[in-house]
């Protein structure tokens, strides 16, 4: 009913005489719902091509696979706080450097505690082309990993009670930012730490120089800053 | 030349319809909107503190300052001034768009207002004695500030307001059927309600879930952080975090109905466009929203380590289909536009150049819609599973709320402000240069906010974040990106909202007298349109929906470009 007069005015507007009122409404009519339909059935189609997007998930599986697959942070394990706290310093006990950083195994997981406003340990040496396990936990509040790679980032999220657990295996040596992305509280802006990838062979130079361990020191890196960043 | 009066006519009837509305009821749409407005300069006011301590050019990072003026400034812009304004929109569709039906209850409606005032009083005293725990105040973090309880306990009020009017209106649209127990009088009273109207009944059952939500979470959490129950802290903040995302979630889409809804009425009132399509199908599409919005909860959590991988790949897929009815919509109202306008003889692009530019509230439509197609593109990597972790919790998160909110929804609910004080008031639009102006600066101080913020993002910024220097350790390019999002998009936005402060407060006050409500003239008046042939065809409506198509499939793409070559590679 609301169309024959939608067209019925439709008709009237373009000026139809009386005569041909009937037959012109009837055509208008037509015209109308043909015309405008075709229209809104290509809309539809355009408006579903959004979900060509799923096709391409396994498209960028195809071309980037990975060991592990693709997908990252996936339902954590449960575990009380000091449970992991204990695993935490087990870890950091059995592979701390002297300069306080903490060299991971890859055969072995990095445990990461996250507690306003610090993460420990507070430096972590990978090897560049070594696939590791890392798991994180919150001893408090909502925290997250963020880890800066120069030009671009990657994300997770570290809570109280579930732990974050990360496949990550670093391609190029550099040292890495990881700021806390979450905000956890007025000293926020202060939590972070690094991870620093080193060329394969480094790795079986456990004894560093001197000078190389003051150089990656937590207490000189603030007027060091500019080497702290992912080089390309 | 009399189809031309008669369609004159037919337009004006809107502004008329709107005039008619009841003194007593538009007195509550006016408390409503003006509550709403004064939250709205709350924020303005505290985004310019804001905007002065995360641009790094002025070296002013003051965290606890910056902590807490984002918890106000969220609270004031992404709670009341919503509520308030969508309220005032909720009201407005059942009396204003229904030729001047009254609200089933005022009383229920002033009861609604000051349960929603009253959370908004008691919030902003929770915010200013010290808690600082954002306008997200998770568990067990919110805990360990002392002033907590009042953000729990003035989102309890605010939940209780919005549950009461939307009572209300729901209450007011069963008016509308004589004989409640006829199928055929329900069908004849949802297709004869303008669309509008309609959307607003889509949203109702959206908003009884988030005050359900609301109780849910907040009930405990009140109880809790008053010492009243006691519970496991961190077992509760995992409960919390749940519940709350699909809360949260649900609430964004309510400007976006709303928003859209506003488009219909402003596309009629400023072009005079009527339909082209069977208007079940606007009517259809607003009926997606409850059914798919829920369930898409999940692209909030995409790097919590809580949710399973299957859930999240359900949720990214899910999360595809929330664009649907949007894109769809902005079809409909762009084809309203472009059908009416070529029935006048312009070409396949010459009806744009013919569209009223200098109508503010036409120029707040187009320009909120062209907003809110970019926005909801950027949203495109944070929607995935596979791609999430790229920007999640970095300023790209930010960078597209913001055009949403406040470039998209806010400027299109300020479009229909200009009509309804000066409908309403009965005023002429004081300062129509400035008024011409606003729309278009704010959409472009948002957008250049969108480009650097986003960019920012994708570099690592974090978000919510004061200094973000990390002792000089954050690379060079941060510091660049946050001066042209927060120093130039930041500033130019806060420009063109004092533009319309300015415009709207001097229009209720110094703004010419009018006769009657359907005098409106100048910038406001609607469209001449002489329709010299039929026109049913809406190709150029179409192109829109492709760009954005080929847009998120585009930043899909890069964003695996991007994750492919990370120099550390998660899995």
């Not at chain 1, 990360?166 to 979450?182: R, W």
């Not at chain 2, 400007?255 to 009517?283: D, F, Q």
């Amino acid at each position: 009913m609301k169309d024959v007069k939608e067209a019925q005015a439709d008709v009237l507007s373009v000026g139809a005489d009386a005569a041909g009122y009937s037959r012109g409404f009837e055509q208008a009519k037509a015209r109308i719902l043909k015309g405008s339909n075709s229209y809104l059935v290509a809309a539809f189609v355009i408006a579903f091509s959004v979900l060509l997007i799923i096709p391409m998930w396994a498209a960028y599986g195809a071309l980037f696979p990975k060991e592990n697959g693709g997908h990252s942070h996936g339902a954590g394990e449960s575990l009380s706080a000091s449970g992991f706290e204990e695993r935490t310093a087990r870890f950091i006990e059995e592979r701390r450097l002297p300069d306080g950083s903490v060299r991971a195994d890859h055969d072995k997981p990095i445990y990461v505690l996250a507690t306003q406003y610090s993460f420990t340990p507070n430096t972590i040496r990978l090897a560049a082309g070594e696939q590791y396990d890392l798991q994180m936990l919150s001893t408090d509040v909502v925290h997250a990993f963020s880890v800066q790679m120069g030009d671009t980032s990657y994300n997770a999220v570290v809570m109280p009670k579930m732990v974050t657990a990360l496949k990550l295996k670093p391609t190029k040596p550099g040292a890495y930012l990881v700021v806390c992305n979450e905000y956890c509280g007025i000293g926020h802006d202060y939590m972070y730490f690094s991870v620093i990838v080193e060329e394969a062979e480094a790795e079986e130079h456990h004894e560093m120089s001197k000078e190389q361990h003051e150089e990656m020191s937590p207490k000189t890196k603030d007027r060091e800053h500019g080497e702290h960043r992912h080089g390309k | 030349m009399a189809s031309t009066d008669m369609a004159s006519e037919d337009r004006m009837s809107l502004v008329r319809q709107i005039g008619k509305s009841h003194p007593d009821d538009q007195k509550l749409m006016a408390a409503y909107g003006i509550a709403g407005l004064l939250a709205l300069v709350g924020a303005f006011a505290l985004a310019a503190i804001l905007v002065v301590i995360k641009t790094p050019a002025f070296g002013l990072p003051r965290g606890e300052l910056y902590y807490r003026m984002l918890t106000g400034h969220a609270i004031l812009g992404f709670v009341y001034w919503f509520a308030f304004i969508q309220a005032a929109l909720m009201i407005a569709g059942a009396t204003a768009l229904r030729n001047g039906a009254r609200l089933w209850s005022l009383k229920l409606g002033w009861l609604a207002f000051a349960f929603t005032t009253a959370g908004l009083v008691v919030n902003m005293v929770g915010v200013f004695s010290g808690a600082d725990v954002l306008y997200t105040a998770f568990p067990p973090l919110a805990e360990s500030f002392a002033a907590t309880p009042l953000i729990y306990l003035g989102y309890l009020f605010v939940a209780a307001g919005a549950f009461f009017i939307t009572l209300d209106f729901l209450a007011t649209v069963f008016t509308w059927v004589d004989r409640k127990g006829s199928v055929e009088a329900w069908k004849r009273m949802l297709s004869e309600i303008h669309i509008s109207t309609f959307a607003a009944i889509c949203a109702v059952p959206l908003i009884f879930s988030i005050v359900l939500a609301a109780f849910f979470l907040y009930v405990p959490a009140f109880l809790g952080s008053i010492g009243w129950i006691s519970t496991d802290a961190r077992e509760f903040a995992l409960k919390f975090r749940l519940t709350y995302h699909v809360m949260f979630h649900i609430i964004h889409y309510i400007p976006a109905m709303a928003m859209i809804a506003v488009a219909y009425v402003l596309v009629e009132l400023t072009t005079g466009a009527n339909s082209i399509y069977r208007k079940t199908v606007a009517k259809g599409l607003f009926l997606m929203y409850p059914a798919v919005v829920p369930p898409t909860f999940v692209y909030h959590l995409m790097a919590d380590p809580s949710i399973t991988e299957g859930i999240k790949i359900i949720g990214s897929a899910l999360s595809l289909l929330v664009w649907i009815p949007s894109l769809l919509h902005m079809f409909i109202v762009t084809g309203m536009m472009e059908a009416g306008m070529r029935s006048a003889g312009h070409g396949l692009f010459g009806w744009i150049r013919h569209l009223p530019w200098k109508n503010p509230a036409f120029a707040s439509l187009i320009m909120g819609m062209t907003t809110f197609g970019i926005a909801g593109g950027l949203t495109a990597v944070l929607l995935q599973e596979q791609t999430a972790s790229l920007l999640h919790g970095t300023f790209a998160v930010p960078a597209y709320i913001h055009p949403m909110v406040v470039g998209a929804a806010s400027l299109i609910y300020m479009g229909i402000i200009y009509y309804a004080v000066s409908i309403c008031m009965k005023r002429d639009l004081w300062g129509p240069v400035l008024a011409r102006i606003q729309p278009y600066l704010l959409s472009v101080a948002l957008l250049v906010f969108a480009w650097a913020g986003t960019l920012a993002g994708y570099a690592g910024v974090p978000r919510r974040t004061a200094d973000i220097s990390f002792g000089g350790r954050a690379p060079e390019s941060w510091e660049t990106l946050m001066n042209v999002a927060m120093g130039v998009g930041g500033t130019l936005t806060l420009i063109a909202g004092v533009l319309f402060f300015v415009v709207i407060g001097m229009t209720m006050f110094a703004g010419r007298k009018l006769r009657v409500a359907s005098e409106l003239g100048g910038d406001l008046a609607m469209l001449e349109v002489r329709p010299t042939r039929e026109f049913a065809y809406t190709p150029t409506a179409l192109i829109p929906g492709v760009i954005f198509v080929l847009v998120v499939l585009m930043f899909t793409a890069g964003a695996f470009g991007i994750i492919g070559n990370w120099p550390i590679q998660f899995g």
